[in-house]
Nanobody, 127 residues
Framework: QVQLVESGGGSVQTGGSLRLSCAVFGYTSSLSCMAWFRQAPGKEREGVADVYTYGGTTYYTDSVKGRFTVSQDNAKNTLYLQMNSLEPEDTAMYYC????????????????????WGQGTQVTVSS
């Protein structure tokens, strides 16, 4: 079993920064993919960034490229999302997700069918 606990959300003004953290508990040694998703009110959930844990390869959705950085600290079993140059359009609930299958992040398809999810942390960006 795997448990994910996000933290670090908050309210910032346009142009500000936040760093989200996702602490991973349980059987973590075989997790291949970890990702950040977000869901704004009235919108579908979308993938933001993912990382292939064994190689460190990262992937970003176009809207956050150059502004967001996903990273992992294996010693702390923690996934991070550094968010810079935040815009009101980034306002959403942000979720951490993880999966044992490398097909979730190491192939052509990304952000589909993750098995383990955190409870989310709210990010609000005001103009």
């Amino acid at each position: 079993q795997v448990q994910l606990v996000e933290s670090g959300g908050g309210s910032v003004q346009t142009g500000g920064s936040l760093r989200l953290s996702c602490a991973v508990f349980g059987y973590t040694s075989s997790l291949s993919c970890m990702a950040w998703f977000r869901q704004a009110p009235g919108k579908e959930r979308e993938g933001v960034a993912d990382v292939y844990t064994y190689g460190g390869t990262t992937y970003y959705t176009d809207s956050v490229k150059g502004r967001f950085t996903v990273s992992q600290d294996n010693a702390k079993n923690t996934l991070y999302l550094q968010m810079n140059s935040l815009e009101p359009e980034d306002t959403a609930m942000y979720y951490c997700a993880a999966d044992f299958s490398s097909r979730k992040c190491a192939g052509v398809a990304h952000f589909a069918g993750y098995k383990y999810w955190g409870q989310g942390t709210q990010v609000t960006v005001s103009s």
